[in-house]
């Protein structure tokens, strides 16, 4: 018997990464999954690589920024699979630089995708998660919304917004029966994390991550497996009394 069993999760930015990761252990466990993603053939992609394995995931193109996307997104999710029980809020972008060099575009951006997305996708998926009896919501944090991260002021702000709202949404959907947490990774080598690690190694990748493992007390960086698994955790009846918490999934980095 799978932790999902019987479930209808929809996990956003899901075409690449920790939400492709969890798209296919949500199924493996049991789940049915709406693959969403800003890219629609990456959402097609993962949706087919789902249902040549025997599972059930329907595809669907979004902008979680945008209203009209993200309430489309959750009526075509329950419109195709029949309901819903969970939302994985993972979709994200980077930012790059501090206040100084930092431009405008670049935190509106990242706050409206990251901050502002994990509202709009709630907002919407809430009714439905009621409707169904409750349900969990998993919001994707970062360990730059616990430490300050060198050239990265749009991105550290929006992370932290998410924690703040993930603490504020446990407290007013319990009463719904919605659990809500929040799960802060550390570095995981995912198409969102290249350019910082760019950036770091000078221009070369493999050197960005060179140089940020030793910031890591297990020795290593995380696996887009494992961030993934903590999400299924929330996600499942085994967190049925865990709401309003914060995951560090970072190897110990910001115990030191």
Not at 55 to 60: D, L, M, S
């Amino acid at each position: 018997m799978g932790k999902l069993d019987g479930k209808i999760a929809i996990v956003t930015g899901a075409g690449s990464g920790i939400g492709r990761s969890a798209a296919l252990l949500f199924v493996e466990e049991g789940a049915q999954v709406a693959v969403v993603d800003l890219r629609e053939e990456a959402a097609r992609a993962v949706a087919d690589e789902i249902a040549g394995a025997g599972g059930k995931a329907v595809a669907i193109a979004a902008d979680v920024s945008v209203a009209r996307d993200a309430a489309r997104m959750v009526e075509t999710a329950v419109g195709e699979l029949g309901g819903l029980h969970v939302l994985y809020n993972n979709a994200g972008v980077g930012s790059q630089g501090g206040v100084v060099e930092g431009t405008e575009e670049d935190w509106d951006r990242c706050l409206e995708v990251n901050a502002k997305g994990v509202f709009l996708c709630s907002k919407f998926a809430v009714p439905e998660l009621e409707a169904a009896g409750g349900g969990a919501i998993v919001n994707q944090g970062s360990v730059a919304a616990l430490v300050g991260i060198r050239s990265a002021a749009a991105y550290c702000a929006a992370k932290g917004a998410i924690v703040a709202l993930s603490r504020a949404m446990a407290v007013d959907l319990a009463p719904r029966r919605i659990r809500v947490n929040c799960l802060c990774p550390g570095t995981v080598v995912t198409p969102l994390m290249e350019p910082m690690m760019r950036e770091r190694g000078g221009g070369d990748v493999e050197r960005g991550i060179e140089l940020t493992i030793p910031k890591y007390p297990l020795g290593r960086l995380g696996t887009t497996e494992e961030i993934a698994r903590v999400a299924l955790f929330l996600a499942s009846d085994d967190a049925a009394f865990v709401t309003g918490a914060v995951y560090a999934v970072d190897g110990g980095m910001t115990a030191q």
